[in-house]
């Protein structure tokens, strides 16, 4: 089913997130020393040589650049400036990973159960307070959750499109968080798996594709 016809049941979703992640933001401070660093690796991409302070950063490079976009943008180099830079970002990657929730339950679930499985993962207290400070997770859960449903698909119907977009998401998610690494590796014990999983069996031609 086209993206299209999921609109009108994803956007309403995502306004309300956004309505509660702005509102949380604006009363959460940066305290944690993840936030930080992610914000102080942002300031280094922003002034230096992006190569150099990747290199030399302790943590993953996809946050730190996210902000960084985001502090251009809003052209605010003041220290609130990239706070609100590092939550803006962290926002608006929970926002969009509404889509992928929403996609990924749809799958699973169907479209009626869909809607209520994405309302119910944002109304989590911690889902909202993670998402509005300014940490890595809604980043590195936008790129894998994409990638999830990208692996779903390629197990459904066995293109070879899809299993290209699950490894594509989960080197983004890599570049989020070294959790990304999983998404690949269930994915190939899941094929390894197939021709004893009757219900996921792929197509022989296709099977063989995967494995190699």
């Known amino acids: 089913m086209p993206l299209s016809h999921h609109l009108g ?3 309403p979703i995502m ?3 956004a309505l509660l992640l702005g509102w949380l933001a604006s009363q959460t401070q940066v305290m944690f020393a993840d936030g930080l660093r992610y914000i102080a690796a942002a300031q280094s991409i ?4 992006w190569a150099d302070a990747v290199r030399n950063a302790i943590d ?3 946050y730190p650049f996210a902000i960084a976009t985001v ?3 809003l052209g605010d180099a003041t220290p609130n400036g990239w706070q609100v830079a590092a939550q803006a970002a962290s926002v608006l990657a929970g926002i969009l990973l509404v889509i992928p929730v929403y996609l990924f339950a749809f799958e699973l679930y169907g479209r009626r159960a869909a809607w209520l499985a994405t309302v119910l993962t944002f109304l989590v207290p911690l889902t909202g307070h993670v998402m509005a400070d300014a940490l890595s997770e809604s980043t590195f859960l936008l790129f894998w959750t994409t990638g999830c449903w990208a692996a779903l698909r390629f197990l ?3 293109a070879f499109g899809w299993l290209i977009a699950t490894l594509a998401f989960a080197g983004l998610a890599y570049l989020a968080r070294p959790e990304g690494l999983l998404l690949p590796a269930a994915l190939a014990a899941t094929v390894c798996l197939l021709p ?3 219900s996921l069996r ?3 031609r296709r099977w063989l594709v995967a494995m190699s």
Do not use: K, T, Y
Not at 46 to 49: A, D, L, T
């Open 60 to 62: 993953h490079p996809a």
């Open 71 to 73: 502090q251009r943008i």
């Open 15 to 17: 306004a309300g997130v």
């Open 196 to 198: 004893a999983l009757p």
């Open 46 to 49: 922003e002034h230096g040589s």
């Open 202 to 204: 792929l197509a022989r």
């Open 156 to 158: 459904r119907d066995g």
């Open 9 to 11: 049941r994803i956007a």
